[in-house]
């Protein structure tokens, strides 16, 4: 099984500020990563296919890199709405895997 | 708009079966396979397996196997997860997700709401 493990697990940002969340898998995944945004009692929204690819109506501070087995979330310019747990996911092989989460907070 | 409705939460004692639905809409419902997920209160996501809607295969997480069943209605365009021998840490919210997949890349695109099962005495 690939083991994705994101970091941090909690960042308390201030608006504005720029957000950085890891995530590294245990093997190669090629591009078959993507990021989720969830929100207390909320089903995880897709943010980020394919590593890279916003999706659709996504706002385009959220951005995706990576590839292989290092993968990068970034939100530009932190509003008060993107707090939430962030979970990446890849679909490479079965059984498909999460990241334990990192929480965002808002200062 | 693709839309995943899922039945209302539930509460069931140790070693019943409960069985979620998930109603979808807004595309072809045989065109793409419905993923199941697990979320264990205050933890991560947990993948449980999928079901191909139109031939009705499936393939599970080897931790749920003999213990969960998807099945899918076509004429009503839904699907269930089945999990029996519920014990109290299956308490969980339960997701389907729809899988889009193009050229062999896949990703789950839309999920339904949620639904709680909660297992207690």
């Known amino acids: 099984e690939i083991v994705l493990t994101q970091s941090p697990d909690f960042q308390s940002v201030t608006p504005k500020e720029k957000v950085t969340i890891a995530c590294r898998a245990s093997?190669?995944?090629?591009?078959?990563l993507h990021w989720y945004q969830q929100k207390p009692g909320q089903s995880p929204k897709l943010l980020i296919k394919y590593a890279s690819q916003s999706f659709s109506g996504v706002p385009s501070r959220f951005s995706g890199s990576g590839s292989g087995t290092d993968f990068t979330l970034t939100i530009n310019s932190l509003e008060a709405e993107d707090a939430a747990t962030y979970y990446c996911?890849?679909?490479?092989?079965?059984?498909?895997?999460f990241g334990g989460g990192t929480k965002v907070e808002i200062k | 708009q693709v839309q995943l409705v899922q039945s209302g939460a539930e509460v069931k004692k140790p070693g019943a079966s409960v069985k979620v639905s998930c109603k979808t809409s807004?595309?072809?419902?045989?065109?793409?396979?419905i993923h199941w997920v697990r979320q264990a209160p205050g933890q991560g996501l947990e993948w449980m397996g999928w079901i191909n809607p139109n031939s009705g295969g499936t393939n599970y997480a080897q931790k749920f196997q003999g213990r969960v069943t998807m099945t899918r209605d076509t004429s009503l365009s839904t699907a269930y997860m089945e999990l029996s021998r519920l014990r109290s840490d299956d308490t969980a919210v339960f997701y389907c997700?729809?899988?889009?997949?193009?050229?062999?890349?896949?990703?789950?695109?839309?999920w339904g709401q949620g639904t709680l099962v909660t297992v207690s005495s």
């Open positions: 996911h890849q679909s490479s092989d079965l059984p498909f895997t």
């Open positions: 807004g595309y072809t419902f045989t065109a793409h396979y």
């Open positions: 093997q190669s995944i090629g591009n078959s």
């Open positions: 997700a729809r899988i889009y997949c193009n050229e062999g890349l896949c990703y789950l695109d839309y």
